[in-house]
């Protein structure tokens, strides 16, 4: 095949993006990547080549959006011209579609900023050659990628393997199957939680990956921070958690509003208090500040930097509707489910809950991880719950066997009618927590954007 020019192949790839936008496909968020590499197969070569700061790429199974945007604030207070890829158009052509629209900007991105599919991690780091690679957690997804989580742990080593010496790893002391990722031959900044208080008093039902990489015997904990992460040893082989560099010494959860953290690092202290709430976006920020200083930003620009970040569409994100805050937890797995079950605990008040379940490709077809999610801690504290999505019937059905009074349920598939029903029934005041999965997510998030409460996805970059 004849590869196009690169200026009539860039041409070409935006008139699609252009054509895409206008008929609502998606905000155009990967249709013009594919053209363009079509046309010429190596386009993100190319593009990302002309960083001259170069970028930074992010993966993990949760947090990777959120602290994608924790880097981009951090980021925005050097001023670099930066081009990033939108939440969710995570794979190659979305990457490709996100250079693409930088392309014409004058003056041209200096920096690229990119949160990436654990599964295309590999091809795009290879394509992008970054200066930095940010792995924050491997959990297991829903049931129908069970056993995955190794083989993207492997993939990630080999990927890792063939990396020049000079790209910077940030990763994650606290989880097992990322701390073994370093493989002694560049350079490695590590990143954890240390504040004593943080800890569970068990590993979690769905915990993963509690076996050592090395020996693979047990490990042990002595403190579980979050799903199988903590700080852990292997009694058999003495593996044992690396010490980060880079650590959150101490957290202080507020609430369902937000954090306040003061993190060490070989610079100085950093202190924030972060507009997310709970011990996953401790994690999250912590990562942020490792990956800050990876970049070479400024310390002292990293608090500030911290709690001026606003969420992410879906992630922890806060609208008004109707005169009533609406609270959007995304939680596409058990993990994260569990996560965000603990977080709308830290909520004093009866808790007033729209749980919203979909199986389409992007949830996952097999919703039988709601079974491995501990809901039965929100059944004391539970003020209204409402129930919907296309398998609102099945989660109906796991808050019964958590033995949930059925009377104490409205189960209601539509979603915008379970919304206006959720709405009607909020005391004056209060909050409504949505804990959808991801395409019930983005439902509700268009209803909200039709009432004005939240603004459209194409303009959230
Ligand atoms: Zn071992």
New binding site residues.
């Given amino acids: 095949m004849t590869i196009a020019p690169r200026g009539l192949s860039v041409a070409l790839a935006r008139g699609i993006g252009a054509l895409s936008r206008r008929l609502g496909r998606g905000g155009g968020t990967s249709a013009p990547g594919r053209v363009l590499l079509w046309l010429r197969p190596k386009a993100i070569q190319e593009l990302a080549s002309t960083l001259t700061r170069g970028s930074l790429v992010i993966s993990a199974t949760n947090g990777k959006t959120t602290t994608g945007r924790l880097i981009g604030s951090c980021v925005a207070t050097e001023r670099w011209r930066t081009v990033s890829n939108r939440a969710g158009a995570n794979l190659v052509f979305g990457v490709a579609t996100a250079l693409l629209d930088a392309v014409a900007d004058e003056p041209s991105p200096e920096f690229g900023l990119f949160e990436v599919d654990e599964f295309a991690l590999p091809e795009l780091v290879t394509r992008l050659a970054p200066r930095v690679v940010v792995l924050m957690n491997l959990f297991r997804d829903q049931l129908d990628r069970y056993g995955e989580l190794e083989t993207i742990a492997e993939s990630w080593a080999r990927m890792i393997a063939r990396l020049p010496a000079t790209t910077i790893l940030v990763l994650n002391a606290d989880d097992p199957a990322i701390a073994a990722l370093a493989d002694g031959n560049r350079p490695v900044v590590f990143f954890g939680v240390e504040d004593p208080s943080a800890r569970l008093d068990a590993l979690p039902h769905a915990a993963d990956s509690t076996r ?6 047990p ?1 042990v904990y002595d403190r579980v921070t979050l799903g199988h992460m903590g700080d852990w040893h ?1 009694t ?4 044992r958690r690396p010490t980060p560099d880079v650590a959150a010494d101490r957290v202080t959860l507020l609430g369902t509003t937000g954090i306040d953290l003061e993190i060490s690092t070989p610079q100085g202290a950093v202190t924030a208090r972060v507009a997310l709430p709970g011990m996953h976006n401790a994690y999250n920020a912590t990562a942020a500040v490792a990956a800050a200083l990876a970049l070479g930003i400024a310390h002292e620009h990293i608090g500030p930097a911290l709690a001026n970040a606003e969420a992410a569409f879906g992630r922890s994100e806060r609208v008004m509707v109707s005169g009533h805050e609406v609270v959007l937890f995304l939680a596409k797995n058990p993990a994260g489910a569990n996560v965000t079950v603990q977080t709308v605990q830290l909520d004093p008040d009866p808790l007033h809950l729209l749980i919203a379940l979909n199986d389409r490709t992007a949830d996952g077809n097999d919703v039988s991880w709601i079974w491995d999610v501990d809901y039965e801690p929100l059944l004391e504290r539970l003020g209204d719950l409402v129930i919907t999505g296309d398998r609102a019937y099945d989660m109906g059905l796991r808050f019964v066997y958590a033995g949930l009074d059925r009377a104490r349920m409205r189960i209601e598939p539509d979603p915008e009618r379970a919304l206006d029903a959720a709405l009607a029934q909020l005391p004056a005041g209060r909050c409504l927590y949505v804990l959808p999965t991801y395409t019930a997510m983005l439902g509700l998030r268009s209803i909200l954007v039709e009432r004005g409460a939240a603004n459209a996805y194409w303009h959230d970059d």
Wanted: aromatic share 0%; proline share 0%; net charge positive.
């Fill in positions: 050592c990489r090395v020996c693979a015997s490990l292997c058999h082989c003495g593996s």
